[in-house]
């Protein structure tokens, strides 16, 4: 196996981890009656759970063995709104580095395919570290008005939504 089909096996469980913790992070700001940032944070739990489905697609289409693998437990518990977005933004940057090894060996094994299929992510990663890094900047300049950050996110549009046309093919079709 090469390690370009290693790092994107060990990508997929990255990215199912990552919708998980953004699916305990929305119900944290859900049980804290904040409704724009749990939307918020649900959409980018499905986000994440349609980046390993395009990856798990782009295997089968390859003819790459896929295994559907577990995750270990994800963080629940936070003190204020900067904590899980804080945990983002550390988590959207491990994943800006992940996917620019993918690229990396890509290209170190000769494989246009991998690292045409890659470039869809480093672009999707500057619009992730971009957008939760100016939404923990709103969040430290709120305190604790909780509701000035509330206010911000329903008043603003965040990343893309995962709606981007020149996405991979998820498997299954995108949520």
């Known amino acids: 196996m090469s390690t370009f089909t290693e790092l994107l096996a060990t990508q ?6 990552a919708s998980q913790q953004y699916a305990a992070v929305a119900v944290w ?24 489905m395009m990856m798990v697609q782009y295997m089968l289409d390859r003819d790459l063995q896929v295994t559907i693998p577990g ?35 890509a290209r170190a094994e000769g494989d246009p395919l991998g690292e045409q299929f890659m470039l869809w992510f480093l672009k999707e990663q500057v619009e992730e570290v971009s957008s939760m890094t100016t939404l923990l ?15 911000y996110v329903a008043r603003e549009s965040i990343g893309d939504g995962g709606q981007d046309a020149s996405a991979p093919p ?5 949520l």
């Open 12 to 17: 997929v469980r990255n990215e199912f981890a």
């Open 170 to 174: 998820a498997a299954g079709g995108a």
């Open 71 to 105: 995750i270990d437990p994800v963080r629940n518990s936070f003190t204020s709104p900067t904590d899980p977005i804080s945990l983002a933004l550390a988590q959207e940057k491990q994943v800006t580095a992940d996917i620019k090894a993918l690229f990396e060996a």
């Open 29 to 52: 700001f859900d049980s804290q009656d904040l409704p724009q940032l749990a939307r918020y944070f649900y959409r980018q739990s499905l986000e994440e759970r349609n980046h390993a």
């Open 137 to 151: 900047n709103i969040a430290e300049r709120a305190g604790e008005n909780w509701f000035d950050l509330e206010n």
